[in-house]
C-alpha cells in the first residue's frame, strides 16, 4: 500500500508547468513572428512592383524578395526592409534581364489564353503548360542568380538545364504555386496581405533545398555551377 500511494504521488506531482508553457509560448511566437515577415514581404513585393511600373518592377521586386527569404531561411539577422530596398535597387537591371525569358512566355502565353478563349482544350493545356514553366524557369533563375556566384549570360541556361534534369524541381514548385492560388482564390483578401509573400518565401526554400540536394550529390556544397560536374 505504501508502495501505491509512493506511485500516485509519483504521478500526481509529475513535473508539468513553466517549461512547457514557455514551449508553447515560443513556438506561438515563432508563428506570429513568421506570419508578420511574410506579410512584410508581401507589402515589399507590391510596392517594389508598383515603383519599376509594374512591368519591369515585377523581377526585381521578387529577387529582392528571394534574397530576403534566403537570408531568413540561413537564419541570419536582417533589417528586411532594408536589404528588400538594396538589392531591388542594385539589381533592377540583372533581374529584368534574368527574368525576362520567362516573363516572356508567361505574358504570351497569357495573352493567347485570354484571345483564344474557344480553343481547344489540348491548345489551351499547352499553353497553360508553357506558362507554367515560364513561372518554374523565373523562379529558378532569380533564386540561382542569388544562391550562386554565376555569370549573368550563365544564368538562364542554368535554370532551364536545371528544370529538364530535375522535373521534380518544377513539379513541386508549380503544385506550391497552385496551392497558393486556390488558397487564395478562396480567401481574395489574402493576396494584398500575405498570400504573394508566402508563395516567394515558400518556393525560395523549395529552391534553395533543390540546390542543396545537388550540390550533397555532387560532393561540393560549395559548387559556383549548381550543373557542374
Aim: aromatic fraction near 6%; charged fraction near 15%.
Amino acid at each position: 500500500m505504501a508502495h501505491e500511494g509512493t506511485a500516485r504521488a509519483g504521478v500526481a506531482t509529475a513535473p508539468v508547468g513553466p517549461r512547457d508553457g514557455g514551449a508553447r509560448l515560443d513556438r506561438w511566437f515563432g508563428w506570429v513572428d513568421t506570419l508578420a515577415f511574410l506579410g512584410l514581404v508581401n507589402l515589399l513585393i507590391l510596392v517594389g512592383t508598383l515603383a519599376g511600373g509594374v512591368v519591369l518592377g515585377v523581377a526585381p521586386a521578387l529577387a529582392a524578395a528571394t534574397v530576403v527569404s534566403r537570408t531568413r531561411l540561413r537564419g541570419d539577422t536582417q533589417r528586411a526592409a532594408r536589404v528588400f530596398v538594396s538589392a531591388w535597387a542594385s539589381g533592377f537591371g540583372r533581374a529584368n534581364l534574368l527574368a525576362a525569358p520567362g516573363l516572356l512566355a508567361v505574358a504570351l502565353t497569357g495573352t493567347s489564353l485570354l484571345v483564344l478563349d474557344d480553343a481547344p482544350t489540348v491548345l489551351r493545356v499547352a499553353l497553360a503548360v508553357v506558362a507554367g514553366l515560364g513561372v518554374v524557369h523565373l523562379l529558378l533563375a532569380l533564386t540561382m542568380d542569388a544562391h550562386y556566384d554565376l555569370r549573368r549570360g550563365d544564368v538562364p541556361r542554368l535554370a532551364w538545364s536545371f528544370l529538364l534534369r530535375f522535373p521534380g524541381a518544377p513539379l513541386l514548385l508549380a503544385a506550391t504555386t497552385a496551392l497558393v492560388g486556390v488558397v487564395t482564390a478562396f480567401v481574395p483578401g489574402l493576396l494584398p496581405v500575405v498570400s504573394i509573400g508566402a508563395w516567394a518565401y515558400l518556393c525560395t526554400a523549395l529552391c534553395l533545398s533543390f540546390y542543396a540536394a545537388n550540390d550533397r550529390h555532387l560532393g561540393d556544397p560549395a559548387a559556383t555551377d549548381p550543373l557542374d560536374e
